[in-house]
């Protein structure tokens, strides 16, 4: 099955199967660690937070022949028996002052990727190996700050 349209049925039978207690949107998510994974995030009005459950182990769960069905079945139970945050932890995340302290900035390091520098070579060849999206990640990350001077 083509990757999108796997995305776009897991979306389909997850809604469903919800019968309108929750929404369900699709997002394709940039972790800072530069990995790019396509989700299902499940919104109710019982909760201020929406869980995202990530699909890119279930595609290749589903080209190993797991059903469809099966695999929205997983979702759900993954949703439904999680017991989400707990009360405190979910109240301090919607103070921006208890949580200032905690963010990091986050480099986009495709935009060195046509830099005629050293930045831009070093990223051109990380992305032209023949390493995994997460070992390159890693690798441009670690590779950046040591170029940048700081420490690894």
Known sequence: MIYETF?????????????????VSLR???????LLLDGLSISSSVSA???????????????GGLPLPIIAE?????YEEGDGLPSELA???KDFEKVK??????????????????????IRMVLGSEL?????????RCGILALSGEEI
């Open 132 to 140: 995994s999206q997460e070992q390159k990640a890693e690798v441009i």
């Open 91 to 93: 109240e301090q995340l």
């Open 74 to 78: 997983q979702i759900l139970l993954l």
């Open 7 to 23: 995305l776009t049925t897991i979306h389909s039978l997850v809604q469903e199967k919800l019968e309108g207690r929750a929404e």
């Open 101 to 122: 302290d905690r963010t990091t900035l986050r480099v986009d390091y495709s935009d060195y990727e046509k830099d005629a520098s050293l930045k831009g070579e070093f």
């Open 49 to 63: 937070f929406s869980p995202t459950v990530y699909l890119n182990s279930y595609y290749d769960e589903e080209e």
């Open 28 to 34: 394709r998510v940039l972790k800072n660690n530069g």
